[in-house]
């Protein structure tokens, strides 16, 4: 039978079509790609689509497909319908909480604001420290927000540092690792089990390797 996979665009693209390629997967389509969203595999029995990360998890959670690839920051933020079954260990980055120098939101007493693109991981944060904490969702260029002074500090992705650095904010804690993960839809893999099986081995045999794809 064949399967299909959701691989999510973007940061992770060229690092999840590099690693598939290493294990064998004939990724020619996915590598000359055009405005197409679904590609075949050239050498196996699978079909990719190119999705945004949050519809990863959608598509997969709906059975449309079996299998997503996808970062851990968006299956922390929502989604819990799928089986996690393996890190790929690459598109390593990490959920910090930053601010302006000297300036340590985790010091603030009282009220404090604080910008993300993911306010369930920010304020499950904060409020496991007991703090009194206002998310304000931002969609992008979050490191923005304390410099203008619309929050105290930001919870975001820091993956070399730099767009922090650029921007004269400092890290004050570590939230959480992030790394691609392969998720799988939970009645796909009751239907589909050794297919999906084999395509989950191929990736793990390879993630020894995986630092390399970064
Ligand atoms: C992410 C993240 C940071 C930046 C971190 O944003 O939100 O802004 O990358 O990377 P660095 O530590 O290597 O500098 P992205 O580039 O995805 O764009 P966005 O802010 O528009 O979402």
């Known amino acids: 039978m064949s399967i299909s996979v959701a691989l999510t665009k973007g940061r992770l693209e060229a690092k999840t079509v590099s690693l598939l390629e290493k294990c064998g997967y004939g990724t020619e389509a996915l590598k000359d790609k055009g405005r197409a ?16 990360a949050n519809d990863c998890i959608t598509y997969v959670e709906h059975g449309v497909a079996d299998v997503g690839v996808v970062g851990k920051d968006t299956l ?3 989604g819990s319908d799928y089986y996690e079954m393996l890190d790929l260990q690459t598109g390593k980055c990490c959920f910090i909480v930053a601010g302006l120098k000297d300036s340590s939101p985790l ?20 409020r496991q420290r007991g703090m009194d904490v206002e998310i304000i969702k931002i ?15 930001i919870v975001d992705i820091m993956e070399t540092g730099t767009t922090l650095k650029e921007n004269g904010l400092v890290v004050y804690a570590k939230v959480a690792d992030i790394s691609a993960r392969v998720i799988v839809n939970k009645a796909s893999f009751k239907l589909k089990r050794d297919e999906i099986m084999a395509f989950v081995n191929d990736l793990e045999r390879m993630t020894g390797n995986a630092e390399e794809n970064r």
């Open 37 to 52: 969203l679904v590609f075949p595999d050239s050498k196996k029995d699978v079909r990719y689509f190119l999705v945004k």
């Open 76 to 78: 922390m933020e929502g």
């Open 107 to 126: 010091e603030k007493s009282g009220h404090i604001r604080i910008g993300t693109k993911y306010p369930n991981v920010a304020r499950n944060f904060f």
């Open 139 to 153: 969609d992008g260029s979050v490191e923005l927000a304390p410099v203008l002074g619309l929050c105290d500090g």
